[in-house]
């Protein structure tokens, strides 16, 4: 069976007086799958013209803006007409198939069918499900009569970076589609041929005679999904139209480590140096709440209430899971619902709604090791702030050298909404929380 998180969506038929729909016949349409979603790539088809489908079935992988779906019928009948072939995008509401009794001529509504025409009171549903990995025991062939091999997306992907050939790799997936774990598992020595022994041989024996410098050019194009564009379109937005500043303050953490220390100590109770992060620029944005706001052409809007986008790094690129009222969340409440929100960011199981709304944004890279870095605001807020790494080094206190702990954190403000000064004055309340974290659990 497989873990799936649903949303429905309609597959719209258009009325009879702009193409007759024979009785039967079903009219799927690409589907909004999120608020910011225009277009949407067919990543896979899972089905062809003259398969038979069953309710439940899922036809193809649809890539959006977010994630990577899987598209799920809840119509029964013959896969009659594709609209969008594999690796093509198309906007939202085209066609996308028709199902309908085998047999059935469809050329007229493939030809006529208009987008955005009126939809006939009745409908039928189709829902999208999150893409994750199936875990059926089935064990039916992974490719067609034609050769073709069906796999996941990331499963194509691992195989292409380890130099697998997937025709080798037995799936474990619904239908026998080969998955992530397939090929991880894959011991290419299981399927060795006597040829390629002979081959492996030759090539250790040829290893060890000099080397003759014969390099070639060699480079690989790699499509850009739909989360890649929306990336690449929101942050040149942002960073060639919000006039950005930088403003960075180092901090002392040795008081933020010997808390958590303490509290960590406690049953049942775990805090990361990124909840302490989180919960001090929530109060701190309470107390600046113009670093909290966002910029219009018209006005500009000052949110009183704190949500908090927090970065995550996913296979495909970025996504901002949000804290809804971060500022009335206990230390404790923030680790729970970061560590929930970042593993479905992780997993493809997240909610478009639950990455709406934020008003401030945190990213974190200490964990890599970077010391410091500067990020591009996400709009529409008017600040982001990058936290780097906890340094331990000789530091100055009461005139004397001592070892300490300092951490290096940089705030990027829009100038249009945030002056010098106002980002400043937060940075030091935001300081203040954080070198005397006993203040933020009054």
């Not at 803006?65 to 906007?91: C, H, R, W």
């Not at 901090?251 to 001090?280: C, H, Q, W, Y």
Request: proline share 4%.
């Amino acid at each position: 069976t497989e873990t799936k998180e649903e949303k429905v969506v309609e597959e719209a038929k258009p009325t009879s007086a702009a193409v007759e729909i024979p009785a039967g016949v079903k009219v799927v349409t690409m589907p909004r799958l999120s608020d910011t979603m225009t277009t949407g790539t067919v990543a896979t088809w899972l089905k062809k013209v003259g398969d038979t489908v069953k309710e439940g079935d899922i036809l193809a992988e649809i890539e959006t803006d977010k994630a990577t779906m899987e598209f799920e019928s809840f119509n029964a009948g013959t896969l009659l007409y594709i609209g969008v072939q594999e690796g093509d995008s198309a906007p939202v509401d085209t066609i996308l198939a028709i199902l309908g009794p085998a047999g059935t001529d469809v050329s007229g509504i493939a030809a006529n069918y208009k987008v955005g025409a009126v939809v006939e009171t009745s409908k039928s549903e189709v829902k999208a499900v999150t893409q994750t990995e199936a875990t059926s025991n089935s064990q039916l062939p992974t490719s067609n009569s034609e050769g073709r091999v069906f796999a996941s997306p990331l499963a194509k992907k691992i195989a292409q970076d380890k130099g697998i050939n997937l025709s080798q790799v037995k799936g474990s997936g619904e239908n026998g589609r080969i998955v992530k774990s397939d090929v991880e598992n894959f011991s290419p020595s299981a399927v060795a041929t006597p040829t390629q022994a002979v081959a492996e041989a030759t090539s250790a024996v040829a290893a060890v005679k000099p080397f003759v410098p014969a390099g070639e050019v060699f480079q690989e194009e790699i499509k850009n999904s739909q989360m890649r564009k929306t990336i690449a379109r929101r942050l040149s937005e942002s960073k060639f139209t919000a006039p950005h500043y930088y403003l960075t303050i180092e901090l002392d953490m040795d008081n933020a480590i010997a808390s958590r220390n303490m509290i960590n100590g406690l049953p049942e109770t775990k805090v990361s140096f990124n909840d302490m992060v989180i919960k001090a620029s929530a109060m701190a944005l309470k107390k600046h709440p113009q670093v909290n706001s966002q910029w219009r052409e018209d006005a500009m809007v000052i949110n009183h209430h704190v949500n908090i986008g927090v970065a995550v790094a996913v296979e495909d690129g970025l996504m901002v899971p949000v804290l809804k009222f971060t500022d009335q969340m206990s230390l404790t409440q923030i680790g729970a619902n970061v560590k929930d929100l970042a593993g479905k960011a992780k997993s493809k199981k997240i909610q478009p709604a639950e990455m709406e709304g934020s008003t401030f944004t945190i990213s974190n890279l200490g964990m890599f090791g970077i010391q410091s870095f500067t990020s591009i605001i996400n709009q529409p807020n008017s600040a982001i702030l990058s936290v780097g790494a906890i340094i331990e080094k000789p530091v100055v206190k009461n005139g004397q050298i001592v070892v300490g702990n300092t951490m290096v954190v940089t705030l990027a403000c829009d100038h249009r909404t945030v002056d010098g000064a106002t980002g400043a004055q937060f940075l030091q309340t935001f300081k203040a929380f954080m070198e005397n974290p006993v203040t933020m659990l009054a």
